[in-house]
């Protein structure tokens, strides 16, 4: 897929380059694209860990069972059992040292968010991911108007 799109955006910009568009002009035009991409995902970033901390704020901590890792669908997930109902981590599951990270029958406390209706949990691997997420997210966030103001100096109106 990024392939297809690189490729694509290659063979616009030769076109534009074709019919006699200056490279000045195109260079430009992909430079406020790149930036544009990189508003929206930073954006993107905020406002997921910011759902994730409020999230917090409304979760029930309870004592699972680590059962197993479920590798069937695109990310592997490990699957804690509370209160003989299997839930599943919102995160992936850990891949570097997972044998010491997760043992079967071992009892962990996890946060069961309350919005939602998902059998989701939250173990402790998932807190570390959101508190890592959100410390950046302020920073982000703090940096933010900078990058507004870089991008209305870069491509005035």
Known sequence: MVL??????????ALLLFVGV???SVLSLVTA???????????????FFLIMDLSLLFSKKVKGIFKYVDDT?????AVYA???QEYTCM????TLGRNRIYKENTE????????????????SHSLMIVAIG???SIGFAFLLPFAISFFSVLFPS
């Open 73 to 77: 669908g695109r990310f592997d997930k």
């Open 134 to 136: 959100s410390v950046f």
């Open 91 to 94: 995160f992936p599951a850990e």
């Open 4 to 13: 297809e799109i690189l490729l694509s955006a290659v063979i616009i910009i």
């Open 22 to 24: 200056p490279f000045a």
């Open 33 to 47: 694209i790149v930036m544009i991409l990189l508003f929206v995902t930073i954006i993107g970033f905020i406002l």
């Open 108 to 123: 962990y406390t996890l946060l069961i968010p309350r919005l939602g209706k998902g059998m989701s949990v939250l173990d």
């Open 82 to 84: 509370v209160n003989q």
